[in-house]
């Protein structure tokens, strides 16, 4: 994984309203190791949440379809 260290911006070559017409930027990257657990966290959780996301969101779903035909 990499962090921004840094960002640095210069506007060159303008137009006549001032607007900038070359942007350069400079941009300063750190990287830093993690395990991947602590990158993806409990993958397991992470999987039951978005199951739980998911047939709550079919529920509605279902329900408004079925509210729409009767």
């Known amino acids: 994984m990499y962090v921004i260290e840094g ?3 210069t506007k060159t070559e303008f137009f006549r309203d001032g607007m900038p017409r070359r942007i350069e930027f400079t941009l300063s990257l750190k990287r830093v190791d993690e ?9 397991s959780a992470q999987l039951n949440n978005l ?3 998911a047939t709550s969101a079919l529920s509605d779903i279902s329900k408004t379809v079925g509210g729409l035909l009767s």
Request: no cysteine; proline share 0%; charged share 20%.
């Open 7 to 9: 960002l640095n911006q």
């Open 35 to 43: 395990s991947l657990s602590d990158m993806f966290g409990d993958l």
């Open 51 to 53: 199951q739980e996301t």
